[in-house]
């Protein structure tokens, strides 16, 4: 059974860091499609981080300078590295992935109906 669950949010000042993690059951991770998304109230959910199964990065201008997806194949797991968040980063984040077997996933999709797992979200909250 596939699974994904998400920790490490929480509340910060303007300008602290937190990091995300994503533990990933039943798949390996390191050769799939991965994303970051978030959802702030009353706003749609958006990508802001992306990795393919050859370790390619993508990022929104919003967190581009100040996020850094990455993962540790032997664990399973994918991180979210966010540095200098701001009220604007306050929102649901959620691990996302594209699992239809074992081959290696090449696309980088910002499209939230490309990845077919999600994880249940965890609260970050940056005040100013």
């Known amino acids: 059974q596939v699974q994904l669950v998400e920790s490490g949010g929480g509340s910060v000042q303007a300008g602290g860091s937190l990091r995300l993690s994503c533990v990933a059951s039943?798949?390996?991770?390191?050769?799939?499609?991965m994303a970051w998304f978030r959802q702030a109230p009353g706003r749609e959910r958006e990508g802001v981080a992306f990795?393919?199964?050859?370790?390619?990065?993508w990022y929104s201008e919003s967190v581009k300078g100040r996020f850094t997806i990455s993962r540790d194949s032997p664990k399973n797991t994918l991180y979210l590295q966010m540095n200098s968040l701001n009220p604007e980063d306050t929102a649901t984040y959620y691990c996302?992935?594209?699992?239809?077997?074992?081959?290696?996933?090449?696309?980088?999709?910002?499209?939230?109906?490309?990845?077919?797992?999600w994880g249940q979200g965890t609260q970050v909250t940056a005040s100013s």
């Open positions: 996302a992935a594209r699992w239809h077997g074992p081959s290696r996933c090449l696309e980088i999709s910002r499209t939230q109906s490309f990845y077919n797992y």
């Open positions: 990795v393919n199964g050859y370790a390619t990065t």
């Open positions: 039943g798949f390996t991770s390191s050769s799939t499609c």
